[in-house]
Each structure stands twice: as structure tokens, then as C-alpha cells.
């Protein structure tokens, strides 16, 4: 099992509770604007976004090709719509749209960082020192 697939199973734990659970939805706890939300706190949005860099890091370095941030962001909306979408069920727990918005960014965030400190794309044309350029000379 690659790393950023054990990243479901952290995001499932963190996001619980499973107890409380009820009938009906509760579309009136809904925050569909991001940071428009009471529970919308600063430590909040940050601890959000900082638990989902790990996951882009993870998910880009299993990537190629200049649309991997792009996959990585995908994928982190898809696992925190995932997520966030029983908690309609929860009565602890508010479903947010600031949640979604600050995975992908986290998730964006982490993805660029494994291209900038990973090494870049292998396919791409090298540069500099790789190719035996020597500054402005030809």
C-alpha cells in the first residue's frame, strides 16, 4: 500500500466522531462559504491545512508529468468531500466547505513541495550544471 493511500485511514479517525449519529441530515449546519462559518477559527484552518500537506507530498511523488498538482488537489477534494459529507449525520460535527478548500490547499501546498525538494520531473528537459552549460558562454 503506497503512503498516501493510508492518508484515508488518518483523515477517517480525524474527522469522526461516529457516535451521535442521526436520521436526518442537518443541511442547517452546513457551512457552504468557506471562512464564513462560526467554527471557522484560525488554528483551525491552519491545523487543516497542515494535515493535508503530508498527503500531497505523498500523492505527487507517485505522479509524473506537470498535471500532478492538479491530480493531487483532485484527489484531496474527492477524500475530503468524502469525509466531510457524513457529517451531516454527526451532531457533533459541522460539515464545511472551508475544510474541503483548505485540503486542496494543503494538499496543493505539499504537492509542490515534492516537486521543489524531490527532485523535479525526470522527463523534462535538464538544466544548468546537468547539461554542461557554463554561465552565458556558448
Known amino acids: ?20 449519529v442521526v436520521r436526518e441530515p442537518q443541511w ?32 505527487a511523488r507517485q505522479r509524473r508529468g506537470a498535471e500532478r498538482v492538479a491530480l493531487t488537489v483532485l484527489a484531496a477534494f474527492a477524500l475530503s468531500f468524502a469525509v466531510e ?16 478548500f483548505m485540503a486542496m490547499c494543503g494538499s496543493a501546498a505539499g504537492s509542490l513541495a515534492a516537486q521543489a525538494f524531490h527532485g523535479r520531473d525526470t522527463g523534462g528537459p535538464a538544466r544548468g550544471r546537468e547539461t554542461g552549460e557554463s554561465g552565458g558562454e556558448q
Open 1 to 20: 500500500m503506497k503512503a498516501w493511500q493510508w492518508w484515508f485511514l488518518a483523515v477517517i479517525a480525524v474527522s469522526g466522531p461516529c457516535y451521535g
Open 28 to 59: 442547517h449546519r452546513v457551512t457552504w462559504i468557506p471562512f464564513h462559518g462560526l467554527g471557522d477559527k484560525p488554528r483551525d484552518i491552519a491545523a487543516n491545512f497542515l494535515m493535508w500537506v503530508p498527503f500531497g507530498v505523498a500523492f
Open 85 to 100: 459529507a457524513p457529517q451531516l449525520f454527526y451532531r457533533l460535527r459541522d460539515p464545511s466547505a472551508t475544510d474541503v
